[in-house]
């Protein structure tokens, strides 16, 4: 039989080699090298950009509104039962050795160094960084990042650089009033739990506070709003695979902001213990 061009002449078929474990790794390591880069590179021009011209300031007060006004209740809410919380975990230990007058101590301790800043980040970075995420996937999947490029506008100038400055500066004001309210959600509970003064709570919250604690506390929210802020940016300007690679984008930047504001953490402790040693 003549053979022809629809005719199959074997049955040997080339089959794809399966990639190695040690390739897998290596792509994925190389994957996470240039999203490493990409992020440094979008963090870096996100804050040259403030050094020259031009500036959107209404954008910037668009975002403080969002990210201040926006998360100010949640932070309020968190604070108050988050200080209350605190009084009667560190007060049922301190009635054991009749020295209840030390709540506001560590009360006050806690909340400036530690757990105002750290919990005023991971609840920013669950609203503010997610919204940008979607904000910025939606608007690239729609090709209005490309759109703004052909305009000759820059897409980091507009809408990485106003986001990045308004979350900085509205999330120490943001631990500043969850300090507050925790302190004063302790006050409450001190008093009605454990009898203790509402003056000598706050005498003591008061003056056990120092210079070095104050300024870890604002190093530490300046840092976490820095991290939430461009992650959220770069997930956004990343987004693969239309509307469901925005929410993957939307659900990524919650997930990694979050983890390095608690790893960032860690070396900022350190740090700030160090330099007030050094330094104050």
Known sequence: MADTPLQVTG???????????VEVLEDAAKRGVAAVQDYSLLS??????????PHYFQDTLDQMDDVGVGSLPIILLSGFFIGGVMVLQTGAQFVRFGQTSLTGDVVSLALVRELGPAITGLLTAGRCSSGMASELGSMLVTEQVDAMRAMGTDPSRKLVTPRVLATMLMVPLLTAMMVFVGLLGGCVASV????????????RAVDILEFPDLMQGFIKSLAFAFILAT???????????GTQGVGRATTQAVVISSVLIIVADLFLTK??????????
Not at 11 to 21: G, L, N
Not at 44 to 53: D, G, I, V, Y
């Open 271 to 280: 740090l700030s213990l160090y330099l007030s040693n050094k330094i104050f």
């Open 11 to 21: 049955s040997h078929t080339k089959q794809e080699e399966a990639p190695s474990i």
């Open 44 to 53: 870096f021009r996100s804050l040259a950009n403030l050094a020259t011209s």
């Open 192 to 203: 009605f739990s454990l009898q203790l003064s509402a003056v000598e709570f706050w005498r």
């Open 231 to 241: 992650v959220g940016c770069y997930k956004g300007l990343t987004v693969r695979g």
